[in-house]
Every structure is written in structure tokens, then in C-alpha cells.
């Protein structure tokens, strides 16, 4: 799944010239949900050229939908798991990266000039390796009193050099200051032997006997201000003592003043436990962690951990949601997980009224049909756009799926009256594709309990009561109760992973039209007792006549617990 999660996102991001709309059914699709969604799809983009539609499926398919697809051609949608906005929705600033030795200076002057608070340092793959901050370099600034800061920092003379404008007249340019303190030589030589120490930098003027003091006493580097010239006398000997020397223009305050700047970002900037985001990172889950961290910004990572730019708080409030449009379901139980978080455009259904809220008005088409393909080739038809063979195929199998093959109590005429229609397009009969599918989809002797679980399975919310209801159906008695015995031991133990109140499993029999209901929970053999009439024994119980789940089972139910809490 996590593949196919990734795949889906490349190809929801193909076509950067149209918002793309994602059509989804619900969790655990059945052939209604997936044939809906493609259908759909079709249609609003050959009546629809503002947006770009894809089909999407928010679960695995189904042995009876793969049958459906294989026969007419058609490829899966794309697998959705989640809706939510990603940071890679968000609008990511592109800070550059920096390298770990530059100048705390340089730093301040790229931070005033892109207007930003915090720098990435990177290396050369551009992978993270810290952060530093106008904070960071304030204390740099305010509280480093140590005079012997700059060797510490192991400053590289080309950053002394640049943020004193200076030129080295001897030495190597690409060497390090590590050694010794930072002294101004304001007093005559024969005080500065009292407080001149090997390897110090002097800071001094143009005074002879002074610098001559300076390499005597082995300074490790002389800055000569104002830039006055140095005697070629004193080049030989600081040559011939180790001892480099700067010249800068600028005057003994000013050297004083800026000689911290020139020490690399390296040693203030924050290398440990740094908060960085991946760009496929869901915004809802970045949200609590940049609540919690007083910082600024944060640096976004592809999925190869290279650096990609910074987020603020700030970007979280102007990020562009995902849009949606849900077909076959309205319930938020059922929908792809962070929906709430999402767009929705257009809810195309055929269930009772969900829990499912949106922000804004919706179009929202809700019809007392046997399936949402019908509604979908009322829309071909309203809108007067040719069905294709293949989407035909998929409207006529959905409808078949759904109804159980007009079996089922929630089909309607407008059901039947469209299938006819639609398997004339497809070049199908519909009795002989329905028995057909109908074997495809309940050969289960190769599948998980797991794998058979979730191919069909909803949750419902009752009041104050969860409720999960899955089914299978099959053509065959001896299949089911080959499926039973296998299923029992592993709804014992879903029925705890899915923490609810309630679980009724459905095992239907499309040709007897009767079901076999398994109970699960505190109360739950006495509601399907006050729902049914019939009697539960050992947590099973056989209802005849009942195969729909949305128009049998849970209206049911639903009564059953509203008379319950009368009592």
C-alpha cells in the first residue's frame, strides 16, 4: 500500500496547469464505489475542462471488481489513502543553503537581504547540517565576552578578511585562526610584553616599534589599521616568526567591533535535534509539532533528506486543500481518512443521510436508488454525453454488484431500466455477466480472513454507538459455511482492534436470499434479536429475506436502538 500511496502521488501531480479532483468511494470499495468513481470521472472531464479528474480508490480492490475491470479493460484508480494537505502544498520559501564556515557577518547580510530569520546550513549535497538564527547570531554578538572566542571558533582568515575589507600581506589566506586570544596593542612595547601571549592576533596601528614587539613576542597574526603600509623589514621577520599580517582600512574601533562577526556560523548554530519536515508530511501532523516549537521556521526535506526550503506557522494558514468529490458514501466513517481537511466539490450517493459536514455549500445529489451508478448515468444522459462501451460495462456491473442482480430490496425500476440500457452498450447480458462476477468475486478459498474482512466493511455511527457491519455474499451455501468456519476466530479479535460497540458480520446467500448474521459485542445478539425477530444462539443468527445492508439491515438496527433507549 505505502507503493502504491507513493505512486498515486506522482500521478496526481502530472499536470500542474489544472487543479486536480480526486473522485473516491469509501474504505474497503465495492465494485459500486470503483466502477462510480471511474465512470464519474469520464464524465467531468469531457464536460468539465477547468480541473483535471482522476479516479481514486481509498482500499484494495475486490475479486468481483477485478473481474469487472479485466473484462472491460480498465485500469485501477489510484490508490487514496489519505486527503489531507501535505506540506508540499504548502507555499515553501526557498532559503538557500549556506555552508557551515561562513561568517556570522555574511550571514546577517543574506538574512537582511532575503528578508528571512533563520538559515539552512548544507553541505555540498545540499543535505541539512544545522540552522542558525537572527537569535543565534544576537548572542553571538551580545554575550561572547571571551577574548580568545575567535580561535576557539577556529575562524578561517578569508572570513576575517572579509569582514574587515582586509588584504593578508603574509600567510595563507586559507588558514584558521585556532590558537590564542584577540589583543588591541593600545599601550607601548614595553607594557604589550606583559599581555601578549604566543599565537595571539594584535590589533595595532602603524607604529614600528609596536609591531616589531608583536612578532617578537610571537603573535600568531598582526591587523594593521588604517591601512598603513607595512615595512618590508617587518614582512621578512613575521615570515621568518610564522607570524601573519592583515592590513584593513578600518580603524582599531571598528576591527574591535567586528572581529567576532568573522567567526564561522559553524559554532552558533543549532546542529542537535533538528525539527525538519519531509514534503509529503500531512499538515494536520505538523501542526501540534510546530505549536509545541518556539521557533521560526522549519526546514522541509525531500525524500532523499535533501534540503528543499523553510515553512513558518504563517504558511500553514494560506495552504491550498485537496479536492474531492465522494461518491456512494456520505458518512465520514467511511471516507478516506482526513477528509474533513479536504475540499469536498460534490457528494454523489445513494444511503441515508451520514455524519459527514462541510464547510461550505456542496452540489449534493442524493437519490433512493440501488446504486450510485444509476445516478451517474442519469447525469450521461442529463447532460447528453455518449456512453462508451467500457463505461457502460462498468455501470451495468455496478448495478448488478449492488442490487444483487435486482434481488435486492433497494432496486428500484430506474435501476432496472438503466442496467438493460447500459448492457446494450456494453454488449452484455446481464444475467449471464451477474452469475459471472458473482463467482469471481466469492471465490475466496485463496484469501486471508483479513483479506475477506475488509473487502466489504463499514462503520456506523448510531447515537452514541459504533457499530461496524462487513458482508460477504456468495452463490453457493457450502461456500459460505467453508468461509465461516474460517472467519469466526478473526472477528473475535477485529471486533476488539476496531474498538466498537458492535459488530455484526453478514454472510449472504445472493440465490436463497437469506442471510446469516454473526454478533459481536455487549447487546448485540439482543438487537439483532429486537431488530429481526429471530433467534440468536451462540452469536449466530439466520434472517430470511434480508441481503441488503444499507436497506434492510441498518434501518433496523437503527430502530432498534432508538426503541432500545426508550425502554
Known sequence: ??????????????????????????????????????????????????????????????????????????????????????????????????????????????????????????????????????????????????????????????????????????????????????VIAAANPDVMENYIDENDMVILGNRYESQLCAIEM???????????????????????????????????????????????????????????????????????????????????????????????????????KRAIILVDHNEISQAVDNVQDAEILEIIDHHRLGSLETMTPVYFRNQPVGCTATIVYQMYREKQVEIPASIAGLLCSAILSDTLMFRSPTCTGVDKLAAVDLAAIAGISCEAFAKDMFAAGSDLRNKTPEEIFYQDFKKFEFGDKKLGIGQITSMSQRELDEIKARMVPFLQKAYKEHDLDMMIFMLTNIIEECTEMLCYGENSS??????????????????????????????????????????
Open 218 to 320: 610571537n603573535a600568531g597574526c598582526i591587523v594593521v589599521c588604517l591601512g598603513a603600509p607595512v615595512s618590508r623589514t617587518i614582512q621578512r621577520l613575521a615570515r621568518e616568526r610564522g607570524c601573519n599580517i592583515i592590513v584593513t582600512p578600518l580603524d582599531t574601533y571598528a576591527v574591535a567591533r567586528l572581529i567576532n562577526q568573522s567567526m564561522p556560523v559553524d559554532f552558533f548554530m543549532k546542529k542537535e535535534n533538528l525539527v525538519a519536515f519531509h514534503l509529503n508530511d500531512y499538515t494536520d501532523e505538523i501542526k501540534e509539532i510546530m505549536s509545541k516549537k518556539r521557533y521560526r521556521d522549519f526546514p522541509i526535506l525531500d525524500k532523499k533528506g535533501r534540503y528543499i526550503g523553510m515553512i513558518s506557522r504563517r504558511n500553514l494558514l494560506g495552504v491550498t
Open 526 to 567: 439482543e438487537l439483532v434479536e429486537m431488530a429481526f425477530s429471530v433467534k440468536v444462539a451462540d452469536n449466530e443468527a439466520t434472517v430470511p429475506g434480508v441481503v441488503s445492508r444499507k436497506k434492510q439491515v441498518v434501518p433496523a438496527l437503527m430502530s432498534a436502538i432508538n426503541r432500545g433507549g426508550e425502554e
Open 1 to 182: 500500500m505505502a507503493e502504491e500511496s507513493r505512486e498515486a502521488e506522482q500521478y496526481l501531480k502530472k499536470d500542474n496547469k489544472k487543479r486536480t479532483v480526486c473522485i473516491v468511494g469509501h474504505k474497503n470499495p465495492d465494485t459500486d464505489s470503483i466502477c462510480s468513481a471511474i465512470s464519474y470521472a469520464w464524465l467531468k472531464n469531457k464536460t468539465d475542462e477547468s480541473c483535471r479528474y482522476v479516479a481514486a480508490r481509498a482500499g484494495e480492490v475486490s475479486a468481483e471488481t477485478q473481474y469487472v475491470l479485466e473484462h472491460f479493460g480498465m485500469d485501477h484508480p489510484v490508490y487514496l489513502d489519505n486527503i489531507g494537505t501535505r506540506v508540499k502544498d504548502m507555499e515553501i520559501r526557498e532559503v538557500p543553503g549556506v555552508r557551515s564556515d561562513i561568517s556570522i557577518k555574511y550571514a546577517w547580510t543574506l538574512m537582511r537581504g532575503q528578508n528571512v530569520f533563520t538559515l539552512p546550513i548544507t553541505d555540498e549535497k545540499n543535505r541539512l547540517h544545522g540552522l542558525i538564527t537572527i537569535n543565534d547570531i544576537a548572542k553571538s554578538y551580545m554575550e561572547e565576552y571571551d577574548s580568545a572566542i575567535v580561535s576557539v571558533a577556529r575562524t578561517p582568515y578569508r572570513n576575517i578578511l572579509e569582514t574587515l575589507d582586509a588584504q593578508m600581506i603574509v600567510g595563507d589566506e586559507k588558514g584558521y585562526f585556532d590558537k590564542g586570544k584577540v
